[in-house]
């Protein structure tokens, strides 16, 4: 029921997921809408597809705590509840990002070792890709947490990028160590002199220069950089798709440059990686971008299952116990 094209998107993309994947997937929300848009699928009756009704939704403008306090069948804390049974392995949501982060830790708890979560969307860089927490969970952190979130980050990277020994960048306003608020002054000190491949400081730009695998920050600072690079990205495409076809040459040359366009939007397009992971949670939760389309929601699903098939958790708790 979350997003701002539920629940139509979320149930096609969780419909293509199990269609072409061969996935399970339970739908939960309001049934009599779900099932309205299952009829739009003469195969969904087909598909080991499920639905699990939960009359109540949280609103974007609603207290995540107060709301979920006042409606105790919510659909994603139902949702949240479904998966700490053991109905089912993972959680997605694309609605409200507060309500989702206080159904998961309220559901699963925290992996020991772990204080506070820490949303981790893959970002675009020059290198290929990089992983930027906290983009939204813990507003506001200690220094302990930036090291907490820079472990967690380090085996994501591993687990989600394949890279052997990721770099840690501490986002800030100067490469210098003694740049920063004490947040990140404090935190500085405290990677340097920890067994992560730290690489120091890391400003803004540096994080799409790929500078570092995996940039930690608080959840602020951290929300502010990736919805400033969003918009970034949406006004560069539409500029570029301006000037493309504003003359005929230049139309001539859009026809002959689409498969490169086609390529830049794949590198830049947040759905194609469907979700940021919830990670500290003692449970496996992917929060999706509230304008998440049928494609990211698809591909959330399937990052999902891949998690799963890798043992994520399992991981989690082993670099937090060793940390």
């Avoid at 980050?153 to 052997?164: E, F, K, Q, S, T």
Wanted: aromatic fraction near 4%; proline fraction near 4%; charged fraction near 25%.
């Amino acid at each position: 029921m979350g997003g701002d094209h539920a629940p139509a998107h979320p149930v096609d993309g969780a419909v293509a997921a199990a269609r072409n994947l061969g996935l399970g997937v339970d739908l939960v929300g309001r049934e009599d809408l779900i099932r309205a848009e299952l009829a739009r699928h003469p195969d969904a009756s087909d598909l080991d597809v499920r639905v699990v009704d939960a009359p109540d939704v949280i609103e974007m403008l609603e207290s995540p705590i107060k709301a979920l306090r006042k409606k105790p069948r919510a659909s994603i804390r139902v949702a949240a509840e479904h998966v700490a049974a053991g109905h089912a392995a993972a959680l997605f949501s694309a609605g409200h990002t507060g309500a989702s982060v206080v159904a998961a830790h309220g559901a699963f708890g925290m992996v020991p070792g772990v204080d506070r979560p820490a949303l981790a969307p893959t970002v675009p860089t020059r290198r290929g890709a990089a992983v930027l927490l906290d983009a939204g969970a813990t507003v506001e952190c200690r220094p302990q947490h930036l090291v907490q979130f820079a472990h967690m980050g380090a085996m994501y990277a591993r687990v989600g990028l394949g890279i052997d020994r990721p770099r840690i960048g501490l986002l800030s306003i100067g490469e210098e160590e003694t740049k920063g608020n004490e947040l990140t002054r404090d935190a500085h000190q405290r990677l340097k002199a920890s067994a992560l491949a730290f690489v120091g400081n890391v400003e803004a730009r540096g994080i799409f220069a790929g500078e570092a695998d995996v940039v930690v920050c608080d959840g602020f600072t951290g929300n502010v950089a990736l919805k400033l690079s969003e918009g970034l990205v949406e006004m560069v495409e539409d500029l570029l798709g301006e000037e493309l076809q504003s003359t005929f040459s230049s139309q001539v040359g859009y026809l002959l440059s689409r498969r490169a366009f086609r390529r830049f939007r794949k590198r830049v397009d947040y759905s194609e990686f469907g979700g940021a992971p919830l990670l500290g949670v003692a449970g496996l939760c992917i929060v999706g971008h509230g304008r998440s389309s049928v494609k990211a929601v698809r591909n959330a699903v399937v990052m999902a299952s891949r998690m799963v098939q890798n043992g994520m958790m399992e991981r989690l708790r082993t670099e937090m116990s060793q940390s």
